[in-house]
């Protein structure tokens, strides 16, 4: 079956991407298609704002966190119900790690042999806008980029930029938005805010797909998704039902980072989900067998997690039974004793040592390989793991279960252990080792036979 696909990238970062992308996500949905998204590299915010417009789970092409035939596998696993996907790439089309064009964008549509649409905003410009174009498409070889579309621009211009690019290089041009002065998205020290924070979003969303409807060509644009070639199909090699399990999933405005495909991974291995809030909620759910408090901001709801003194001596509770605990970056944090935050001191859950501080820049960021120094709950020894740390906390315990590496060499030791907790601000990507989510529903059944239950 083929899969119609196509991928949104640009130039460079900030230059309006994950509107763009908005704008064709709403306007293919309002043509009643089903249309899956994903987002290139690691990410959170952008996939909730995917997801917020498909009303379907987004999903990361992310080539550091799997090979090529890994990422072939997912994106035929999840596209497979759609009527198109569409893919938003990360940073610039050939920004990798290091300086280098690996694990980019373009690492993604040639591995997934996907047609690329580059975004430009040429405002500034004239024919050196065939120079930038040219430059892309025959930068790297072979090459995805099929077509342009242009970013705030006067609509009176479009036509003018169009016929510098069909002069100048051999590719179409599929449309633009113009300037749109109403739509922007604010942002903060992690990005932009979350779906669920942003009060007019809805307002946003519907003047885009109505500019987008209007000037951009979709019958083209499908047309092209179109030529897409077939993927090989891999069959599931997950042993799936093997646990009967129960795990509660930290999710509220403090706790909201997680990969669709680390929790559907818990699930595959026969785990019930069942969400929880640390901000309102009193107590945990009843009959848990493992916790996973994911990243998120807890630094914005200090008073409300700290005051939360209910939930915070029953979650001290089930930690005394031994119940597994996974937790990663505002997880972690969380678990920690206190946070220093604006000259006050917030006390924390309190099931680990070490104290947190927020600072005014990024603290360890990037890609990283996990390497086990000791048993845990995601298994044991020697266990690798690929992830990414994005912070602007710090901790006074970082932990030393895990030696960290960069793929430049840089090294440090990461995350807490106690035997039945394993958190720190790495956050795991489970299906690049599908074995750590197995050894943790395997600790959560464990647990489970432990107890016993009316």
């Known amino acids: 079956m083929q899969q119609k696909r196509i991928m949104l990238s640009s130039i460079g970062s900030g230059t309006g991407k994950t509107t763009m992308t908005l704008a064709i996500l709403s306007a293919l ?18 996939p909730m704002l995917h997801s917020y417009v498909t009303g379907k789970k987004t999903y990361q092409a992310d080539p550091y966190f799997l090979d090529k035939k890994q990422l072939q596998k997912l994106f035929s696993r999840v596209a497979k119900q759609a ?22 964008a373009y690492t993604v549509s040639e591995w997934l042999q996907t047609p690329v649409l580059l975004m430009i905003s040429p405002k500034g410009m004239g024919c050196s806008l065939g120079a930038i174009c040219k430059g892309f498409q025959n930068f790297r070889t072979p090459n995805q980029i099929k077509g342009i579309l242009f970013n705030q621009i006067r609509s009176n211009m479009y036509a003018y930029y169009k016929k510098i690019i069909q002069q100048e290089t051999n590719l179409q041009v ?3 938005l113009p300037e749109l002065p109403e739509i922007k998205f604010p942002s903060r020290h992690l990005g932009l805010l979350t ?16 500019t987008a409807l209007q000037t951009m060509d979709f019958n083209k644009i499908l047309e092209l998704a179109g030529t897409a070639p077939e993927l ?21 405005n403090a706790f909201c980072f997680y990969y ?9 291995y026969g785990a019930e989900l069942v969400y929880f809030s640390p901000i309102s909620d009193e107590t945990l759910p009843d009959n848990l067998d493992g916790l996973y408090f994911g990243g998120g901001y807890p630094e914005l709801y200090l008073p409300e997690l700290s005051n939360n003194k209910n ?15 996974f937790a990663e970056c505002g997880g972690f944090l969380y678990l920690l004793e206190n946070f220093y935050h604006n000259q006050e001191i917030y006390p924390m859950a309190g099931l680990l040592t070490g104290s947190a501080k927020l600072g005014d820049k990024l603290c360890r960021f990037g890609y990283i390989n996990l390497i086990a120094q000791e048993n845990t709950i995601l298994g044991n020894s020697g266990i690798t793991i690929k992830a990414h740390e994005f912070h602007y906390a710090d901790s006074t315990q970082n932990g030393n279960a895990f030696l960290a590496e960069r793929p430049t060499g840089a090294n440090w030791y990461a995350m807490q252990n106690t035997g039945n907790i394993l958190a ?16 943790f529903c395997k600790a959560c059944q464990k647990f489970h036979d432990s107890q016993e239950r009316i």
């Open 260 to 268: 669709a495909e680390n929790l559907e991974l818990l699930e595959q």
């Open 232 to 252: 090989p199909i891999y069959p599931e090699k997950i042993n799936k039902n093997k646990f009967k399990v129960k795990i509660g999933i930290a999710k509220d």
């Open 29 to 46: 949905c309002d043509k009643n298609l089903q249309v899956q998204s994903f987002k290139c590299g690691c990410d959170y915010i952008d």
């Open 424 to 439: 720190g601000f790495p956050h795991v990507y489970f299906l690049s080792n599908p074995k750590i989510a197995e050894n």
């Open 311 to 325: 939930f915070i001596k029953n979650l001290k509770e089930v930690s005394k039974k031994n119940m597994p605990i």
């Open 174 to 176: 599929y449309g633009y």
């Open 195 to 210: 779906a669920n924070e942003m009060t007019d979003l809805d307002k946003k969303i519907n003047l885009l797909r109505e």
């Open 83 to 104: 009527d198109i996907s569409i893919f938003e790439g990360a940073m610039g089309y050939y920004d990798g790690i290091a300086g280098t064009s690996n694990a980019s």
